[in-house]
Structures are given as C-alpha cells and as structure tokens.
C-alpha cells in the first residue's frame, strides 16, 4: 500500500510550524495509542497500531529540521536510502530498530499522556488529592526492541505562590509508601520534577522501575498576579486619592502594606516594590511588587456630587494638554505594542 504524505498523516499543510506539528502530533497521539483500543476487534486493533507507528515516523521527520528539508525537496525517494523504513534504510528515515514509543515516551514524559492512561490503572493520594496513572508496560507487541525499565509516573502537584516563594516539602503516599517531595523556592508553571526509582516498576525480572515526574501546577492568588519572578498588583484608586494624594493598602506575600500615592496619580501608572516579588531562577535575589494603578471614576453620581464637579469643568487645569496626552500615553503604550 502506498505510503501516505506526512502532512497529510499529521492533517497540515506543507509549511506548517513546529508548534502546528507538535500539536497535531499529541492530539493524534494520543487518539490512536493502541492501550487506548484493547477492548476493540482484531481488525480495529491492527489499524489503531499502524496509524499510531504511521502518525510516529511522520512526526520524526517533520519535527526534525534536516530530515523535513530532505522530505520536502525529495519526498520519500530522497538520495541515499530515503525515508519511511524502506528495506531498513537509515539515512533520514527508520532502520528495524525504529521505535514509535520511544516519540511518544520522550513527547509525553514517559508516562503515557499527561493524564497517564495506559494499561491498568492505579492510585496517588497527595495532600487530599487523588491521582490516577498508568501501570505502564514500556512498549507492546509488534513495535521493536522491549524496555528493561519500568514506565514513569507522572503527577500534578499544585502549589500556591506563598509557597512558591518560601519553597516547601509535600508529603504523600505511593502505594502504600509515604514519601517527601521537597519543591525548592521559585518553582514555576510547568516545571518538571524527577524522583528516580518512583515510577512503575518493570515487567521484566532484575528490570529497574521507573521514575516519578512531578509536574508543578500554580494556584491562581486572587489579588497577585505572577510575571516571572515579579508580582502583578491591579490597584483600583480611588479619584480623589488619585487627584489629591493620599496613602493606599496593598498586599504582598508576607501581608498588607500601606502606599503613599502623590497627588496627580494618573491611571496606568506603575509603583515598584523592591524585592517584594518571589525568589529568581538563579537564586540570587528576588521580583518586585509592581502596582499597576487604576484610577476609579464613580459610574452615578448624587446631585451634591455632581454640582461640585461641574463647578470644575471648565477649568483649564482639568484638561490633558497634548503633553499631558503623550506622558499619560506612554505609560500604556506596552499594552498596545505587538510582540
């Protein structure tokens, strides 16, 4: 049977992006994962397994820059053995060794998915929280060379930005096992942990069991906003703070603290807090707090109200210069900047 174009096997055009490629491959991936058919006819097995070898090699290819070049110019019958495991060529294409789990271990951290899934399922409990997992087997029938180490484990664990910024241990059970996670200070969203000898252990006797992925996960603070190693504070000031000066409270990690706020504050402007943010990547130092300030125009006014302030209106004085326009400007000027 003809072999399929690779575009056409991740479902993209020519001149897709890596990030197009990437994420065709997971979704697909993930589809056509042949755990995923284990209940289904002999028939629907054998095709989920060669979508899922297909969807692999296709992926190889286009996600790699030298061999995508050589399959765009030449197609499968590039010079020097090709591509696609013809005869058990090697160049830019497969030998007999070729392993589609071996993508999609490295692709989804070895743990079948980023909500595990594979095979027969076990349990997590982690401060409360239930997680479920693949038991894993490192590979299946029919897809070349078995693994002597067990499959990883992969879990989620969430961290509030309190503890983000002191660092902290969690404690938890693994089957029975208590173990200690210590999550050092300035994790972020994403970031992956390792716990070597954790995972699964292997199908195989004298095998090496798997490891244990931690993934961190932030709870969203419902006053701060996270920006790398800085903290976001959206400060609604009140007009005639804003106009007059005044002090104003804002929270920081370790508690609230009082700003003074000079008079004539405009909207968009930002104050900083030094070393009030969380701890940096490399360890030396500390973010800041920036308050991004919001001035607060009342939406109804009472008559008493209303009176004052159009007694102002014709000031000279309330009215932005075009000076005043281009200062006020520039302070916003990032939001409306493309990247």
């Not at 999609?104 to 095979?119: E, I, L, P, Q, T």
Request: charged residues 25%.
């Amino acid at each position: 049977m003809a072999k399929r174009d690779y575009y056409e096997v991740l479902g993209l055009k020519k001149g897709a992006s890596l990030d197009e490629i990437k994420k065709a491959y997971r979704k697909l991936a993930v589809k056509w994962h042949p755990d995923k058919w284990q209940q289904a006819s002999e028939a629907e097995k054998k095709k989920a397994e060669e979508n899922f070898k297909e969807l692999a090699e296709a992926y190889d290819v286009l996600s790699d820059d030298q061999k995508r070049a050589r399959y765009d110019q030449f197609g499968f019958n590039a010079p020097g053995g090709g591509f696609g495991g013809n005869g058990g060529a090697s160049y830019g294409g497969f030998s007999a060794d070729f392993d589609p789990m071996d993508i999609f271990n490295s692709f989804f951290g070895g743990a079948g998915g980023r909500r595990g899934g594979r095979g027969n399922f076990g349990g997590f409990s982690f401060d409360g929280a239930t997680f479920n997992f693949g038991s894993g087997n490192g590979g299946f029938g029919g897809f070349g060379r078995q693994r002597m180490k067990g499959a990883d484990r992969r879990i989620t664990l969430k961290v509030t930005l309190q503890e983000v910024a002191t660092g902290v241990t969690k404690k938890g059970k693994i089957q029975g096992e208590e173990i200690a996670i210590p999550l050092p200070a300035g994790v972020s969203e994403g970031q992956v942990f390792t716990i070597p000898g954790k995972g699964n252990p292997s199908p195989y006797a004298g095998g090496e069991p798997g490891d244990l992925l931690i993934n961190i996960e932030e709870i969203p603070d419902k006053e701060l906003l996270r920006d790398h190693e800085d903290l976001v504070y959206n400060l609604a000031l009140p007009f005639c703070t804003a106009a007059l000066g005044g002090t104003a409270e804002v929270p920081t990690l370790t508690g609230r603290v009082r700003l003074t706020v000079k008079p004539g504050t405009q909207s968009g402007s930002m104050l900083r807090l030094k070393g009030q943010g969380l701890p940096k990547a490399d360890g030396y130092g500390k973010g800041d707090l920036i308050v991004n300030v919001l001035v607060y125009v009342p939406e109804t006014l009472t008559d008493a109200e209303r009176k004052t302030i159009e007694s102002l209106r014709s000031s000279a004085n309330m009215q932005p210069t075009e000076e005043r326009r281009q200062s006020m400007f520039s302070r916003i000027r990032h939001l409306f900047e493309r990247k």
